[in-house]
């Protein structure tokens, strides 16, 4: 009998371990065919001319590489949303651990999970649709596709995300602290900002490093509502190409496979992978060094 | 139960299988032109209706692609919409590959602005190679850099991303060399973006085929064309693209046939059937029709088995077919 059960304990160990490795082995699956195609494109264009160059046009007759403009659009539509969704998300979620009663926040927690659930292709047209439409009104030069409508859209998907890390991080925070600053006459607003926050610090700024990437990596978005010229622009009006929506693009028309043209996706891609994979391990290196010192 | 359930799954599969192995009495393959794709394939849907034991594929591989399969023989039909190269025919001499050419339909390039732009009254050629040849890349950036009457507000391009063939052909016909444009705009294969982009943008400007003007009559107004500073503007309707009038925008569409192919019965009646038909069928896909002779003439050309293209050595900018074909048919 024991021995059966014994049998049973490693069966069911091995098929953890199996499941683990189909994640671990999917990562270092895209890593090998990002890098394969990756240094297949730069034995063919230095790499000094893809991180100098100011124009992205391989497609064309005339062909650049530079990366820049591309890497401008994804930024640029990547700060806004940034900035609209670390604002609202910690306001939010100070509110919620703060202030909010328990039914409401019965309420506003699940209702923020659902935009959390909301498909990204819908988040595009709306962006699209509506609005663009609205900000026209507003700001006249507008263009039809541009950087700043998908970016606050893409803001508003990413609040959920910091919401509610954030407010996991100011739980953690011991009642001591709480009552500690209101045992020295705070008021209730100086307690959460100048108080809990600050404590909280590293959870809020994990939370926020993870919605940056990604914001990053979003893709139907912006591809459905920033345009497809790679510009290199600050200009929020503007109509940019993202990363990610370049891959969509060559990924969709009928660039010939096993072409200059087709991998310039993978060195793309790859440089978007950096990006992503420095911010996620900046996060884990802070959540690692800074979670335990209040506690 | 288990045998009973394993006994249908064997029939289910046999009667599946020998359905996909069907026997046909021929198998027509095409492939090409993406904006041919939708006229051939409209005709070879009618055709399958009357004639279920033929088959009939049509591919998207793009002019250029579906020319390197029927120059390799893998192909019977070839869906072109622009004429077989100079190489591509050195190519066919060299494989013993000889071809009927015809020209099944016209597709004029609609140049758009949208309904909100109230200063572009007309275009010529020349400011439109200003607005887009590669050299304007960074530089033309203002619509008053095309005219000095137009505002000095930013001008943003739309238009046919490069491996379709309305790229091909309006960088041909405005920049003088096929491919040659300008990469600062918003390229897209999907007109629908380019419809959206245009329509939404008060300083904008695009071009791509008539069919997705027409269907967005609404949302975008169709700038007329001068060929140059004193000709009249001409706005691309039936009979300006038709009657050669549009210039240099309007483009003729073609099938290239296989001549051994071409003496198949079957290939033959679906060419009878397809000259007979594309006159409707095209207005349907929302191309314009050739005009009635062109028809005729071009099956008295395939009848008559006359091989080669009228196009060799000749741009098709700005050609008359009617008069190419009557002198080629003698």
Known sequence: MPKTRYRKEKIIEWVMILCSMVSVLTTIGIILVLSVDTVQFFKEVPFARFITDNQWTPLFEEKHFGILPLLCGTLLTTTIAVSVAVPMGITIAVYLNEYASKNVTAIIKPLLEVLAGIPTVIYGFFALQIVTPVLQTIIPGLAGFNALSPGLIMGVMIIPYITSLSEDALRAVPNSLREASYGLGANRFQTAFRVIVPAANSGIVVSVILAISRALGETMIVAIAAGQQPRLTFNPLESVETITTYIVQVSMGDVPQDSLEYRTIFAAGITLFVFTFLLNNISFWIRKHYLQRYE | ?330
């Open chain 2, 1 to 330: 139960m288990n045998k009973f359930l394993l006994l249908t799954t064997v029939m289910l599969n046999t009667v599946l299988l020998s359905s996909c192995f069907k026997e046909y009495k021929g198998r027509i393959n095409i492939d090409g032109s993406s904006s041919v794709y939708p006229l051939t394939e409209a005709v070879a849907e009618d055709f399958r209706k009357e004639n279920s034991d033929i088959r009939i594929t049509v591919g998207v591989s793009g002019t250029g692609g579906g020319f390197k399969k029927f120059l390799r023989g893998e192909t019977d039909i070839s869906n072109a919409s622009r004429p077989i190269s100079t190489h591509e025919l050195e190519l066919s001499r060299k494989n013993g590959i000889e071809f009927i050419e015809i020209p099944v339909s016209y597709d004029g390039m609609a140049i758009v602005v949208s309904p909100k732009n109230s200063f572009v009254d007309y275009i010529t050629v020349a400011e439109l190679k200003k607005m887009w040849s590669p050299e304007s890349q960074n530089k033309v950036k203002f619509w008053k850099q095309v005219r000095s009457s137009w505002p000095n507000t930013k001008l943003n391009l739309y238009g046919a991303g490069t491996s379709s063939g309305t790229y091909d052909y309006f960088t041909e016909a405005i920049n003088g060399k096929p491919k040659a444009s300008r990469g600062d705009y918003t390229a897209s294969e999907d007109d629908n973006v380019l419809v959206q982009g245009v329509s939404s943008d008060a300083s904008g400007l695009g071009y791509f085929g008539l069919a997705y003007f027409t269907e967005n009559k609404d949302k975008l107004r169709l700038v007329p064309v001068k060929y140059n500073e004193h000709a009249e503007a001409v706005i691309p309707n039936d009979s300006t693209v038709q009657h050669g009038i549009y210039q240099p925008l309007s483009r003729p569409e073609f099938i290239y046939v296989n001549a051994k192919a071409a003496d198949k019965p079957y290939v033959q009646e679906f060419i009878k059937f397809y000259l007979e038909q594309a006159g409707k069928l095209s207005r349907e896909v929302g191309y314009i029709p050739l005009p009635e002779e062109v028809y005729k003439l071009s099956y008295e050309r395939f009848t008559k088995r006359i091989t080669g293209s009228v196009f060799e050595n000749k741009s098709v900018v700005g050609s008359n077919l009617l008069q190419l074909l009557s002198i080629d048919n003698k």
